[in-house]
């Protein structure tokens, strides 16, 4: 019951930051134009630079008290959250001092910016180191909420703060300040209330009141946090090489195209992101419990399940996505450019979202080094990949980089996760519960791309083939991969109804 209701409160969670990014930016592109827009992509791009200095905290702190409240210490728990509250804030310092100090220069050498005056780039490039310290113990509050089963609480904080955010900034956009400043101030300021809200809910949940500082006791994580770390900043370099070298390989109105079709993409993470927030904390409490019967139950289902749903969107972006793009930008010339972006992201997003599985299943098993070791090599894959793509071909180039990388995840961490953690999640789980839901999405939605093409129906008909595509994928996924029987045992688990013995995960 807490398994189900996790993940769809982190489900609703990413539904609603996708809509609200969605929904503004239409807005945002009116207001402040593309070369503004591009700014805030490049505040996303630094975010996740900066990222690299939580080595490793977050999730740590999430496998901690997990495990603590297995094996009753609580106590010690708690003492490592109020320990870390002290260094992140000390971090969120320098992150805002290192920022502002390097803004003009940013401003002046790295981003290409033609409309805006190098100043106002300098001023919003200062502004994002304010309201990155601002936003980083975020992800630390957020974590002990993880880890403390109460991912709920967390997910309801960040909609709301989220939701007030976005109608705040639209109003002082539309009525007030129209300046990339005052975007920057406004979210400052929200994400100071969210990091707030979030230590007052991750106190109370652990138990912190009271709880001694011990800095000593970061010795003891010591191991985990900093294979995580290495983990971070091969991560990071994995993920945003292709922005960096983009932005400072084009214009800054065609990375913000870039950006566009990355904030398309994002749409996949509706169900990646709260997966692994609601599947950590539970295999690592069934591993340090020895319930590999259940462990190996809920990854075989919950792969299929999952895989089923991720395949089915990726696909409808995949196939319909310049009908989609009209729809929603009302300008042909911005969707011919962005729909291959999408597509080719979207295969490769895809195929790395299924890999959240084996990369959960490692990290809960106390084995980051694996989780180290395979985002090296698709580093060192990525890396020249991406700058040889992206320097001949622009912004296509690094699509097509994502979906070569997806191809290469899925090989090497099944191979990987099966061979040094759990057998059965090697090849026999890619081909059960992996590939069976890849045939069973694709197939209807090349059948609806084809109907699309041959009828020659506008955007708003296409859209609604390719959506009832999606459906028949998730139809036909379920029936091929789930005796009936054993589907109504995961919609009994998923509803919080008893299960047979040897799976009951609550």
């Given at each position: 019951m807490r398994l189900a209701r996790n993940m769809a409160a982190?489900?609703?969670?990413?539904?609603?930051?996708v809509l609200i990014n969605l929904i503004a930016l239409p807005f945002y592109l009116r207001f402040l134009g593309m070369e503004a827009y591009g700014l805030i992509g490049f505040y996303a791009t630094l975010q996740a630079v900066l990222q690299v200095l939580d080595l490793g905290l977050a999730p740590t702190v999430s496998r901690e008290i997990a495990h603590g409240a297995e094996t009753g210490q609580q106590r010690r728990s708690a003492s490592l959250l109020r320990t870390l509250g002290v260094v992140y804030v000390g971090v969120a310092v320098a992150i805002a001092?290192?920022?502002?100090?390097?803004?003009?220069?940013?401003?002046?050498?790295?981003?290409?910016?033609?409309?805006?005056?190098?100043?106002t780039v300098a001023q919003a490039v200062a502004l994002m180191g304010v309201n990155l310290a601002c936003r980083w113990p975020i992800s630390l509050y957020h974590g002990a909420l993880v880890g403390a089963h109460r991912l709920a609480r967390s997910a309801a904080t960040s909609?709301?703060?989220?939701?007030?955010?976005a109608i705040t900034t639209l109003s002082v956009l539309a009525w007030g300040v129209r300046s990339i400043q005052a975007f920057f101030v406004v979210q400052a300021g929200f994400g100071l209330l969210q990091a707030i809200v979030l230590r007052v809910l991750a106190r109370r949940a652990v138990g912190e009141r009271g709880a001694p500082y011990d800095f000593g006791d970061l010795k003891r994580v010591g191991h985990f946090s900093a294979w995580m770390g290495g983990v971070a900043i091969g991560g990071l370099l994995l993920t945003q090489v292709d922005k960096l070298v983009l932005s400072r390989t084009l214009d800054l109105a065609t990375f913000g195209h870039y950006v566009l079709a990355t904030l398309v993409v994002s749409g996949l993470q509706v169900l990646t992101t709260p997966l692994f927030s609601a599947l950590f904390p539970k295999l690592s409490a069934l591993l340090a419990r020895g319930d590999i019967v259940s462990l190996e139950y809920l990854y075989d289902a919950g792969t299929r399940l999952f895989a089923t749903a991720l395949f089915a969107i990726a696909f409808l972006l995949v196939f319909q996505v310049g009908a989609l793009l009209d729809i929603w930008l009302r300008n042909p010339a911005l969707s011919a450019d962005v729909a291959p972006l999408v597509a080719w992201m979207a295969i490769g997003m895809s195929l790395s979202g299924i890999m959240y599985f084996p990369y959960t299943l490692q990290l809960a098993a106390g084995k980051p080094r694996l989780a180290f070791f395979t985002t090296l090599v698709l580093l060192l894959v990525m890396l020249p990949l991406v700058i040889l793509l992206a320097v001949r071909f622009g912004a296509r180039g690094g699509a097509w980089a994502w979906a070569i990388l997806g191809v290469l995840h899925v090989l090497l961490g099944t191979w990987l996760t099966g061979r040094k953690v759990m057998a059965f999640a090697g090849w026999p789980w890619l081909t059960r519960n992996v590939v069976v839901p890849f045939m069973a999405t694709l197939l209807p939605a090349l059948l609806g791309a084809w109907i699309c093409r041959t009828l020659a129906v506008g955007p708003w008909v296409a859209a609604g083939i390719g959506g009832l595509a999606a459906l028949a994928g998730i139809g036909l996924g379920v029936a091929g991969t789930f005796a009936p029987r054993e589907f109504r045992r995961v919609i009994d688990m998923a509803l919080g109804r008893p299960t047979p013995a040897g799976h009951g995960l609550s």
């Open positions: 982190g489900m609703a969670n990413s539904v609603v930051l001092a290192i920022v502002a100090s390097i803004a003009p220069w940013i401003g002046a050498h790295w981003l290409q910016a033609k409309a805006l005056p190098e100043a909609m709301t703060i989220n939701i007030l955010a």
